[in-house]
């Protein structure tokens, strides 16, 4: 039932999937109680392990993890945010009139990896000097994920350059603040290792909020921008500067040549030539102004460049991008995001970690039913409260 409750898109199909699968006539309420009341007592667990997390020092925070759980040769972590609509009963309705809300996610992928005496992929992909790959680079949401194409048009079967290999995927998911998801995301890396390995890296989009999470619980980690966003930010410059578009195109691949290869300081420069050429966009400047987009894009190279160092990650095996975040978003979205569905603070917050245990490599959902099995007194629900 909670299994259901949790992954179906909805307690009615949950009921309907019960009877036609397994012939059980469960209500959709009964579902829904079950799915709630197991979600919280897991969460409960999860702060007992939080807790005992933030006690430590701080050295060993940072340094240290259980004593059973081997370090993965490489800790990846990377962190996004999905959307759901959230509404209390007796509440009123939002200022803003709308009951969408931002859900914080976090992966934590165990991975292997081989470094190089030097770069493996110093040239620039030929997918990414393509016009096709314009589209998906103006809309993040669709270029992560997909199979590369090459100059032809060809989809490719081998990724454009060398990635570290997946061993071990765990989600972590909540309706709370950055700030309360920063301790939460931590303690289930210390849980896992993570915080032993030699290797450790964050991977994320370049987002404030995220940055500033990172380094705060995962300030000895290196921090990596994902490369799909920093070239999105010069394609949209270069259409900016260069209205033709063979002369846009041009700019684009001079911007993402230099990236790659870690020039960062080489386009910011550009950068300043153009915003002198063109002038200090003025108060209240539309988000379309040229003036406005080169202000932007140069904000964000130099607010990230030192996470811009795209050479030196490769050649340590590094990943480059966050689009296994972006396709985990979509898993946890799949079940609590939609225009029909509005949760409450609880009931929001239970299935978010539900939804991201029951889509964790670890199984940790094995371990919590083993847990209540052992710790069962025999009491309803209900009468027990």
């Known amino acids: 039932m909670v299994y259901a409750g949790a992954n179906k898109a909805s307690y009615q199909v949950a009921s309907d999937d019960l009877k036609e699968l397994a012939e059980l006539d469960i209500k959709t309420e009964r579902i829904r109680l079950a799915t709630l009341r197991n979600g919280k007592a897991r969460q409960q667990l999860d702060k007992i392990l939080r807790d005992a997390f933030l006690e430590k020092s701080i050295p060993d925070q940072n340094n240290s993890g259980p004593a059973d759980k081997d370090a993965p040769e490489l800790a990846v972590v990377m962190s996004d945010g999905g959307r759901y609509q959230r509404f209390d009963r007796g509440s009123t309705k939002p200022e803003s009139g709308s009951f969408w809300k931002e859900s914080r996610m976090a992966i934590l992928l165990s991975m292997k990896t081989k470094s190089h005496q030097e770069d493996p992929n110093a040239e620039l992909p030929d997918f990414l000097q393509d016009v096709c790959i314009a589209k998906k680079l103006a809309d993040m949401g669709k270029v992560v994920g997909e199979n590369p194409?090459?100059?032809r048009g060809n989809v490719s079967d081998e990724p454009p350059w060398q990635r570290p290999e997946l061993l071990s995927k765990d989600v972590v998911a909540s309706g709370q603040t950055w700030k309360e998801f920063g301790p939460m995301a931590a303690s289930a890396a210390w849980y896992a290792g993570f915080f032993k390995a030699t290797e450790k890296v964050f991977v994320s989009d370049g987002s404030s909020a995220i940055e500033e999470m990172q380094q705060q619980w995962f300030g000895n980690f290196t921090s990596v921008l994902d490369i799909m966003h920093?070239?999105?930010?010069?394609?949209?410059?270069?259409?900016?500067?260069?209205?033709?578009?063979?002369?846009s195109w041009d700019c684009y691949r001079r911007f993402a040549t230099s990236i790659w290869q870690g020039k960062v300081d080489d386009v910011i420069a550009e950068l300043d030539r153009h915003q002198q050429e063109l002038g200090i966009p003025p108060d209240g400047a539309s988000e379309t102004d040229a003036r406005e987009i080169i202000r932007r894009t140069r904000v964000y190279y130099r607010n990230h460049r030192r996470r811009m160092n795209y050479p030196e990650y490769r050649r340590r095996g590094y990943?480059?991008?966050s689009s296994i975040m972006e396709s985990t978003v979509k898993q946890v979205n799949r079940r609590i995001k939609g225009s029909e569905k509005f949760w409450s603070t609880a009931g929001g917050e239970a299935i978010l970690g539900l939804r991201a245990s029951y889509i964790s490599d670890s199984k940790p959902m094995d371990d919590y039913?083993?847990?209540?099995?052992?710790?069962?007194?025999?009491?309803?629900?209900y009468l027990a409260a």
């Open 230 to 247: 920093a070239l999105s930010y010069s394609l949209a410059v270069a259409r900016a500067i260069h209205r033709e578009p063979t002369e």
């Open 149 to 151: 194409k090459d100059q």
């Open 319 to 321: 990943p480059l991008t």
């Open 369 to 381: 039913w083993k847990r209540t099995q052992k710790t069962v007194d025999g009491c309803r629900a």
